[in-house]
């Protein structure tokens, strides 16, 4: 090919690689923005890490218990000891620089996912030659950039892959030449995975020492070098995590997560509860249940189904024709090397899978190892045939062209069937089939402040529509739970210069009314605004 000289030459200026993987994610995302605006919180896990954003937005790590908690009970929020999300910092720290220096909490969505992507190319040349790095750092994008929910939801992914990419990026460039940047930059890799998915960096840093101990065996004191500044660089990280664990639960050693689950008995998420019942609330015998359903869930027949099951997520990490040319990566297996990659894999999707339930971030920090893996088959395939492993890419960058035209041409009512037809896991927002654009609007042109109560069908789901500010009493719009008259009476006490609406959002459409806390004996206690 002719430009494949100038193609060799761009691909080894490192930093002009990363600085353009990093941009074009950023860039593509923003060129559909006319179609699919900023994405709106509409999730518990999205809603929890908003809150965690603003909470650190504020320079603190944990909000006070609130007079009136049990209105604003939800799903991943503690109410007790202290008002906070339940989730670790990382997320929350790039939610709240996006807060603080944007005005936008999205920008920490869309800055780490350019980060993961200009490093996954810095990773790969560690690896591989600069020219099949370039094309991983394009896979990068094809694959977690922004059709992927990485960059379409709040909660993140994106930062625990930029964290993998330097841990799995430093090791090869320690073995080679042990220099204290690399065991710096192994420390800081560290430290971004234990902010953000503690329990997945142990399983991480169990494949790290057995590779680190394995390469430096016989040069035990170049091991203690590296290691000791890897583990000063981290060490931040995890007094960090300590110190929030403190302000949070009132322990230094309980994660938030973890009272969560003992305050609610299991996570909410796995219950499907709006409203979620303490605890300490429940009678022994519902206790019992709740520690058989977790037995069952963790025996050895539930673990080995969890895995056939969760099998169907190499989608997430493959397109269809990066598919094709995998299982060629066994041929270089004869390399020792790459016995590595399936190692730390191995680690790690085997040690999430004791985890009830799952998505493709927690496993985040392999992300580049699965780039890796592609792209080591692809070159197997390219020695064979140079024609065939070129197809095979050109197709991977036409499978992304033709779905991101589509989204780009959403405005086009054949394009937005298309993709809502044939792409099951789209998490492009092009519309608000839920109507909150529309309620938020109609909230904030209300003049002064509000109070909204919320009241669940009986058939709810899992959107989640209760959700507040750090700072509940100060916010302009405050939203709590229907608690009844007699109790909501209470809060309409505690707030009385605020306008009360109520809101159903599991009417067709939702309706948003006003709430009138005592009406005539034969009228509706709820007046519709018009």
């Known amino acids: ?167 799995f990026g430093a090791l090869p460039r320690l073995r080679d030449a042990a220099r204290p940047r690399d065991a710096a930059l192994l420390g800081m890799g560290a430290a971004m995975e234990w902010l953000t998915r503690p329990f997945e960096t142990m399983l991480v840093a169990a494949g790290v020492l057995i590779y680190l101990v394995v390469t430096f065996r016989g040069r035990w004191r170049v091991l203690a070098r590296v290691a000791c500044i890897a583990a000063a660089v981290t060490l931040p990280a995890i007094v960090l995590s300590l110190v929030q664990n403190r302000q949070v639960t009132g322990s230094w050693t309980t994660l938030p997560y973890m009272r969560s689950q003992y305050q609610y008995g299991v996570p909410a998420a796995f219950t499907f509860q709006p409203n979620p019942v303490p605890h300490r609330a429940l009678t022994p015998e519902q206790r019992s249940l709740y520690d058989l359903q977790s037995a069952i869930h963790n025996s050895a027949g539930s673990y ?80 064979w045939s140079r024609e065939a492993a070129r197809l095979i890419l050109l197709l991977c960058g036409a499978q992304f062209v033709f779905w991101y035209g589509l989204h780009l041409a959403a405005g086009w009512p054949p394009a937005l069937a298309l993709t809502e037809q044939y792409e099951s896991w789209d998490y492009v927002n092009h519309d608000d089939p839920e109507g909150r654009r529309a309620i938020g609007q109609r909230l904030a042109e209300a003049p002064g402040k509000q109070l909204v109560f919320i009241r669940y069908g009986p058939r709810h789901g899992l959107s989640q529509w209760m959700h507040n500010a750090a700072e509940i009493d100060r916010a302009r719009v405050v939203r709590a739970l229907d608690l009844g008259s007699l109790e909501n009476a209470k809060l309409l006490s505690y707030y009385p210069d605020r306008t009360a609406w109520l809101l159903e959002p599991d009417a067709q459409p939702p309706r948003l009314t006003r709430y009138q806390a005592q009406a005539p004996t034969n009228a509706s206690p709820f007046e519709e605004v018009q």
């Open 304 to 383: 080995l189904d969890r895995l056939g099951k969760r099998a169907r997520f190499l989608r997430f990490f493959y397109t269809a024709p990066l598919l094709l040319a995998l299982p060629t990566f066994c041929l270089a297996l004869r390399r020792p090397r790459y016995w590595w990659v399936v190692l730390w894999l191995a680690i790690l999707v085997l040690g999430v899978n004791f985890y009830p339930y799952f998505y493709p971030h927690y496993i985040a920090a392999g992300a580049c190892l699965f780039v890796l893996a592609g792209l080591v088959a692809l070159e197997r395939i390219s020695r």
């Open 1 to 167: 090919m002719r430009f494949e000289p100038a193609l060799r030459s761009f691909a080894r200026r490192t930093r002009w690689c990363i600085l353009l993987l990093a941009l074009l994610p950023i860039a593509l995302r923003l060129m559909l923005l006319p179609q699919a605006p900023v994405p709106i919180p509409r999730t518990p896990d999205d809603f929890s890490f908003a809150l965690l954003g603003d909470t650190l937005a504020h320079f603190r790590l944990a909000n006070p218990v609130h007079p009136m908690s049990r209105f604003f009970e939800t799903n991943f929020v503690l109410q007790d000891p202290t008002y906070s999300s339940i989730y670790p910092l990382g997320q929350g720290l790039a939610l709240a620089f996006g807060e603080l220096i944007f005005h936008s909490p999205w920008v920490g969505v869309l800055l780490p996912a350019g980060l993961f992507c200009g490093l996954c190319y810095w990773m790969l040349r560690a690896w591989i030659s600069p020219v099949w790095a370039l094309a991983g750092g394009l896979l990068a994008v094809f694959q977690f950039g922004p059709l992927e929910y990485w960059m379409n939801t709040y909660w993140g992914g994106s930062l625990a892959a930029a964290g993998g990419c330097l841990i």
